[in-house]
């Protein structure tokens, strides 16, 4: 089984700056594509931002150009950073994982329990 353990995240500022990160931990052969999605109270999953392995990014609108995702494929990490954030960018954010637990086996989905974010203006 492969977890992801997420970690940062917690209180900011509007305005301010915040950083996620999130590994892998259990059995697998490769990670793929990393990324976040993010749930508001009453709302659906909404992608944040997602990162393949040859740092190839794709953002969702509503971060483009406040948001940044990287990874360390060494230490199969992904990161957030969260800059000029917004009231509106309070959520429970989950981390996102495509993984091959062995080889020859196809690729599978897995997320983290995740982190909630809040913001105060």
């Known amino acids: 089984q492969v977890q992801l353990v997420e970690s940062g995240g917690g209180l900011g500022q509007a305005g301010g700056s915040l950083r996620l990160s999130c590994a892998p931990s259990g059995s697998f052969s490769r990670i793929n594509d990393m990324g976040w999605y993010r749930q508001a109270a009453g709302k659906q999953r909404e992608l944040v931002a997602i990162i393949t392995r040859r740092s190839v990014t794709t953002y969702g609108d509503s971060v483009k150009g406040r948001f940044a995702i990287s990874r360390d494929n060494a230490k199969n990490t992904v990161y957030l950073q969260m800059n000029s954030l917004k009231p509106e960018d309070t959520a429970d954010y989950y981390c996102?994982?495509?993984?091959?637990?062995?080889?020859?086996?196809?690729?599978?989905?897995?997320w983290g329990q995740g982190t909630q974010v809040t913001v105060s203006s």
């Open positions: 996102y994982a495509g993984a091959i637990r062995w080889i020859g086996s196809t690729e599978a989905a897995y």
